[in-house]
């Protein structure tokens, strides 16, 4: 690795040292992925080579460096901001869901080139994936020893090394024993000897505990070997585990210094489940070396993660009424601004946003980068401000406002759309077909073998009815103080994978005009079961208003009004104990307005308005 101090290189300059290494490892075209080799989408400073490469600050995303050109790519979510962040001069600009790596690869590169790929960086299903794309071509795929990016970063970070805390058993609803026993169990049914599991919130949450590698997610970088017997060979840096933790730890958790992994899978000559979409080509490719029995199944610890226990569920309804509590004490805080003077910009939305969830003792910090996007910022579905992009606020637009927290035991995610001025009738009509789809969904009640995607639909129909639509899915799961995007069961066109009870997903359709403005409205949704009819349905437990000034009412059918005016009586209901007089008041008379009512002066004082 190339060492310096304070040394500034330029994307240019990089490509150049990059090529230059590509040609002495006989490297004609390198894949660059965005992720770390635990699979990440959140990579700490030191894994994000796509970032520092190509400039691009998206979670998703990859690059193709040739020696005569270069290409980056990135899903619906984020290619207005790839058009913002990649220089086009130096960079194709392509989108993954219509033109896949390994077709482009099958393209641009000459038969007999060699494509090399860091095989930590991932999976074997993606690497089989891009060998089917590419047989015909004859192209020829390398696993590289090093990574290249990594041997040319200067001053590049170094790996996290935070502290590791344990999750509280009456919490998780389990202690780490049972889930461990469970599995096991299931494991031995199968004749199989031990797993291997490399996704961190995976281990997070079967050994019940919680750490600080990653901004946003309470992680432990680390690897894991659950066997058969229930024991399981955890690796991870010895300095991450406080004395008092490994005290307390089980004897059936044996540690081991991360660096000594793959010495361990090298000598597991035995029946190994691998799983070929989460775990790395290079975790399998040892395995093989191994002489292991390699059975290809999922991460055990999806399923069950996913599925919230009791006790889960309990604390985080807790977690979103605090936060609704934050929310709506902004929400006020904003409506009492005046945006005629300039001094409300996206960031100081995003700092009193902050400060109103940091007055909760059991606030740990957000889940992810806020999203305050003003106006055709709003369409980015992405966006995070900075100092230069940074809007004022004033005028007649929407604020997309898009945020989390992670809290002691839960985790949230939570969009409102907030209007500011006279809005037209094509966006209120656009803001009121998205709350339909959202609705929809919220409202919806179904069969156990009902996928995402027939949920997905339901979101949708209201802007399909005039031709429009939104790139990016409808929901994703989230965890239980672990990841906002947790891999479960999503609600998207692509997801064919059914629901089961516990499970916490996003509801947030949307919809983005380039240029102009952008719409969310986004709540959590726990699936549940009805006793009676075996059917399932969602209750929603994010507790924050929708504003009501942005709905076209004549869009909206009785039983939409009806599911708008419980919803926001529960809001009122559950966050009425946490708020003061003035808040409570101003929370009710703006959820649930006088009709004809005139404004008054104490009325605009505390940004009250008497919404049609």
């Known amino acids: 690795m190339i060492k310096g101090k304070n040394v500034l290189q330029t994307i240019p300059e990089k490509l150049v040292l990059l090529r230059a290494d590509m040609k002495r490892h006989g490297i004609d075209c390198l894949l660059v992925p965005h992720n770390d080799e635990f699979g990440s989408e959140y990579c700490p400073p030191h894994a994000e080579h796509l970032m520092w490469i190509t400039g691009f600050t998206g979670s998703a995303g990859a690059a193709a460096i040739l020696q005569d050109r270069a290409m980056v790519m990135t899903d619906g979510r984020y290619t207005i901001q790839l058009k913002d962040q990649v220089d ?28 090399g790929y860091d095989p930590q960086l991932y999976t074997k299903q993606q690497i089989d994936s891009l060998s089917d794309k590419i047989k015909e071509k004859h192209i020829i795929l390398k696993a590289l020893d090093e990574n290249l990016i990594a041997k040319i970063w200067m001053d590049r970070p170094d790996s996290p090394v935070g502290l590791v805390e344990l999750f509280p058993d009456d919490v998780a609803g389990a202690s780490s024993r049972d889930k461990r026993q469970a599995i096991a169990q299931t494991l031995s049914d199968e004749k199989i000897d031990a797993c291997v599991i490399t996704v961190s919130d995976s281990i997070c949450w079967l050994l019940n505990v919680r750490g600080s590698d990653i901004d946003f997610n309470p992680l432990v970088l680390s690897y894991a070997i659950l066997h058969s017997d229930a024991t399981v060979d955890w690796f991870v840096q010895p300095q991450k585990i406080p004395s008092a933790l490994q005290s307390a730890l089980s004897d059936e958790i044996r540690l081991h210094p991360i660096e000594t992994f793959a010495d361990a899978v090298r000598g597991l000559k035995a029946v190994i489940q691998y799983d070929p979409a989460r775990s790395s080509i290079w975790v399998y490719n040892l395995l093989v070396a191994a002489g292991a029995t390699i059975i290809m199944g999922k991460d055990p610890c999806i399923l069950p993660k996913a599925c ?20 709506t004490r902004f929400l006020f805080w904003f409506e009492a601004q005046d945006l005629t003077d300039g001094h409300v910009t996206e960031l100081l939305v995003e700092e009193k946003l902050e400060e109103f969830r940091r007055a909760d003792r059991t606030y740990r910090g957000p889940s992810f980068s806020t999203i305050a996007g003003w106006a055709d910022h709003g369409a980015i579905v992405h966006y995070h401000a900075t100092p230069e992009s940074n809007y004022v606020i004033g005028g007649d637009n929407f604020l997309l406002l898009d945020s989390g927290g ?10 409102r759309t907030i209007v500011a001025g006279d809005v037209t009738p094509e966006m209120k009509d656009r803001f009121t077909r998205v709350l339909k789809g959202h ?44 990841s906002v995007h947790e891999e479960s069961t999503g609600i998207s066109p692509r997801s064919q994978s059914p629901f089961r009870p516990g499970m916490l997903v996003s509801n947030e359709p949307g919809y983005y005009l380039e240029g102009a403005f952008g719409i969310r409205h986004e709540n959590l949704i726990l699936c549940h079961e009805d006793a009676q009819s075996g059917k399932y349905y969602f209750e929603t437990i994010t507790c924050v208003p929708f504003d009501l000034r942005g709905i076209d009412w004549t869009l909206m059918t009785d039983r939409e009004k009806q599911w708008l005016d419980d919803y926001h009586q529960s809001v009122v209901d559950t966050l009425a104990p946490f708020l003061d007089e003035i808040e409570l008041q101003w929370l009710r008379n703006t959820l649930f307005p006088e009709p004809q009512r005139e404004e008054t002066d104490e009325d605009v004082a505390f940004g009250y308005s008497a919404y049609d």
């Open 308 to 327: 919230k226990t009791e006790p889960e569920q309990l604390a985080i309804k807790q977690a979103h009424i605090r936060d609704g509590v934050a929310l």
């Open 88 to 115: 086009s001069s130096l960079f194709e600009l392509c989108d993954m869901s219509a033109l896949p790596m390994g077709e482009w690869v099958a393209l641009q590169c000459p038969p007999q080139s060699v494509v």
């Open 439 to 482: 609705i929809a969904l919220a409202s919806a009640r179904f069969t156990p073998e009902t996928t995402g995607a027939a949920l997905d639909n339901l979101a949708r129909q209201p802007l399909i009815d005039e031709g429009l639509n939104f790139s990016h899915g409808t929901g994703h799961g989230v965890g239980c103080f672990l």
């Open 406 to 415: 992670q809290y002691e035991y839960g985790t949230t995610d939570v969009t």
